[in-house]
Every structure is written in structure tokens, then in C-alpha cells.
């Protein structure tokens, strides 16, 4: 049974940063697309930031483009979320999700397996 597990959450000053890690088991990373989403109170679930499996290629939603960046260690099976110059805004669990698809999506249907999540606030 594949399993993903976050970490690295907690609670930081507006203009900090944080990095969350993503590690899967019976799943190799090197063979899905790895996405991290996130949901904040009373909001849909969003996508954040996407990795392919093979080869090169990121997408990065709008609103974390130029502050937060995904990268993921094959060897280790651990996808990461380094998030610099936090937001107020930025505060949601944040979840990590792998598809089998050979593109990174935006929509959630998509992907196959999820984390618990792991909440990440950020103080003003």
C-alpha cells in the first residue's frame, strides 16, 4: 500500500521560511508526478506546485511563483516544498499527492495517492 507522509509544517513570522518534505513508501517518486496542495479554513483545496516523475519539468501555481520551490531526491523516495518569504495568506495544511499522469495537473481528481497533511501558519 503506497503511503505519503509530510513533515516540516509549523508556525513562522510573515517573511520566514519553512521546508516541508514528502516521503513515500511502496511508491517510488521517480515514476509518478508529485504535487503539493494545499486547503486553508472554508477554501477548496488548491494546487501549489507539481514535479514530473521523469525527466524535467515544475509547474507552480501564481500565487507561490518565485517563493516557493519543489524538488524531489529519487534516492530517498522525498519529494520537497521549500517555501521562503511566507504570507499570512500561505497559512492551510498542506498536503502531498502523487498521480500517474505523465504531465503535472493542476486538478486534485487526478491524483491518486495523498498525505495526511501537515499545517503550516504563518504570523503577520
Known amino acids: 500500500q503506497a503511503q505519503l507522509v509530510e513533515s516540516g509544517g509549523g508556525l513562522v513570522q510573515a517573511g520566514g521560511s519553512l521546508r516541508l518534505s514528502c516521503a513515500a513508501s511502496a511508491l517510488s517518486v521517480s515514476n509518478y508526478v508529485m504535487g503539493w496542495f494545499r486547503q486553508a479554513p472554508g477554501k477548496e483545496r488548491e494546487f501549489i506546485a507539481g514535479?514530473?516523475?521523469?525527466?524535467?519539468?515544475?509547474r507552480y501555481a501564481d500565487s507561490v511563483l518565485g517563493r516557493f520551490t519543489i524538488s524531489r531526491d529519487n534516492a530517498k523516495s522525498t519529494v520537497y516544498l521549500q517555501m521562503n518569504a511566507l504570507k499570512p495568506e500561505d497559512t492551510a495544511i498542506y498536503y502531498c499527492?502523487?498521480?500517474?499522469?505523465?504531465?503535472?495537473?493542476?486538478?486534485?481528481?487526478?491524483?491518486?495517492?495523498w498525505g495526511q497533511g501537515t499545517q503550516v501558519t504563518v504570523s503577520s
Open positions: 514535479i514530473r516523475g521523469r525527466g524535467i519539468g515544475t
Open positions: 499527492a502523487a498521480s500517474r499522469a505523465a504531465v503535472v495537473l493542476f486538478d486534485a481528481k487526478f491524483y491518486d495517492y
